[in-house]
């Protein structure tokens, strides 16, 4: 009856830190995790097999896209999401609900759900917890997410208030109209802006529901990190210690440490692949923007630390003239790396869980990434 | 002293079609042979392992492009081409003489060369067969092409005959300029434009000088198809039995095919790539643009007779999606089936020639494509 579990297997004795496993129907993920995103149902550029390669456990795909495109109906019958896009590990949907604040056009909130124009073809178009559900049980997502309200940053305490209420009865919609409970985990989103009351509030209302896990929502939507951080800190100590806790649109290296520091156990975001389409790359030794001049006749690797197949098979020379000639290879190359980078960041930091020395990696990580304080961010 | 050697295997009982292989300084291409293009340095979207998982012996790179960009001085320095783009297979580079002709602005050619403008930035730039063998001596392909000029289709009797003495004359600067005979091979190129005298006299002018290789250029350039195979028909008996033969810039499935009836051994085109960026796909029964409203919820498979990477995993409603949504890896998917169609087609053509039915083959490939007539081609 439950369909995703979590794991428990130690705590960091340096931090707040878990290291544990999420069982799903479609395989284990070890946390804490980063999941690569797929918003049309692909991870733009990659193939399955490259995603497999770089030891991704599990992808993210957007709901509010597939529904506009192809549409839901159409992934329903070509046997769900997994066998439409050949991914047969987990995978994780949103909801719908950010991209319908930050996508669409001429939206309008009612306590039934959210209308809006596409952002495609300015369809009027209509979502609510029971849509969301619809369309999500069409998807076969392992993990499913409540349709919430975000709001945005900054906003006035009253309204985040009755928006995070609302977020809470959207929820009790959710799991009310929920039909794949046997092969589908339904996680609920803790919402509440940058206010401590409101996330402890949106918090209890939430674990009384009892879902299989929560997600953070709300944050990384332009507040300064420390406030990020602070929200963590304040929301984490009421969500359950046998639940799984993501922390929804983060992936920058320094948050993703910080935020499993603080007890998170599952990260996504666009980062990683948005940047690396305008040839900005990760390294051990920070940013690197392989577009620029100097690395014209710059034959060694990307990131001299990396053993990735781009590290491995090409130079910064070589990257850079793919970008510069338009080639998409050269995105191909360095979004592997990115989300190898990123990867690779997960599985050290969960080695440094086990050895019980996570803070040790922060300051180590920070410091050759350049990254002394929080504010720098990526 | 011989970089490349044609090893002769087998004439088909039903044509003159022969089987053979190419043995290069990288390795052994079995002929007839279909060549993909990575014009600068990389063919569009694939990796080179894809290349040969699809088995592709042997790729084009054009020296034009990476004269221009990144410029042949950064890919000798980086170790040569094969290293610059992690491909250890054979490479032939043509010379830039039809890119200077098709692509540049402001030409102006005279004895020495060619004075042109770059297509990319207007930068003056001067093309001639020392240039090109400089070039390409610094790529390091294992096959390189004469500098020759391509008249263009049509034109007067007398400027193709001046043209084409011209490039007889320039094949002796390439053979005097190339300074890697050891490990690089040049091939001379045959031109004489639609005119069955000019073209005996071209090919007898290039085999008295003796280059390991002989190309068939200046065809497939907006003549009927009847008129290239009369050239091809009047031109490959004065080339000798014991080098490789190159039909350049032919890629649709009845001219691969056509030509090795008439004694080709390589082959090259853009058109697979080309077309499959725009949806275009080869299937055993014909052309399918993959774009097509039919195709929403078709959940077969591109090409049922094929067993590609694309075709074993992918259908054809998903990959209209990633189309339709401006998704790369959907470019990916329809690259790779159609280079790995025509790689298939040149191994079914091989072993037609080993069988002694090539004939038979191709009426059978004809009427399932829809080619009853040669007019009617890709």
Known sequence: MVAVKYEFI????????????VHTPHGIIDT???????TQATVKTMSPEELKAMDAHIILSNTYHLFLRPGHDIVKRAGGLHKFMNWDRPILTDSGGFQVFSLSEM?????????????????????????????????????????????????????????????????????????????????????????ADLRVQSAKDLTSMDFPGYAIGGLSVGEPKHLMYEMLECTVPHLPANKPRYLMGVGS???????????????????PTRIARNGTTMTSNGRLVIRNAKYTDDFGPLDPNCNCYTCTNYSRAYIRHLLKAD????????????????????????QAIKDDCLLDFRNQFFAAYGLNDNEKGF
């Open 32 to 38: 804490p995790t980063f999941m690569p995103v797929g």
């Open 107 to 195: 939206r309008k909130i009612t306590e039934e759900g959210v209308h809006f124009r596409s952002h495609l073809n300015g369809d009027k178009l209509f979502l609510s917890p029971e849509v969301a559900m619809e369309i999500q049980n069409a998807l076969g997502s392992d993990i499913m997410m409540a349709f919430d309200e975000c709001p945005p940053y900054p906003a006035e305490y009253d309204y985040v208030k009755k928006s995070t209420e609302r977020t809470s009865r959207w929820a009790e919609r959710c799991l009310a109209a929920h039909a794949r409970t046997d092969d589908q985990a339904l996680f609920g989103i803790v919402q509440g802006g940058m206010f």
């Open 253 to 271: 290296p320094d948050a993703l440490i910080e935020g499993a520091i603080r007890g998170i156990d599952m990260f996504d975001c666009v980062l």
């Open 327 to 350: 080639e998409t290879f050269g995105i191909r190359l360095t979004t592997y790396h990115n989300l190898h980078f990123l990867l690779q960041l997960m599985k050290d930091v969960r």
């Open 10 to 21: 130690k705590q960091c004795k340096q931090t707040g830190a878990r290291l544990g496993r």
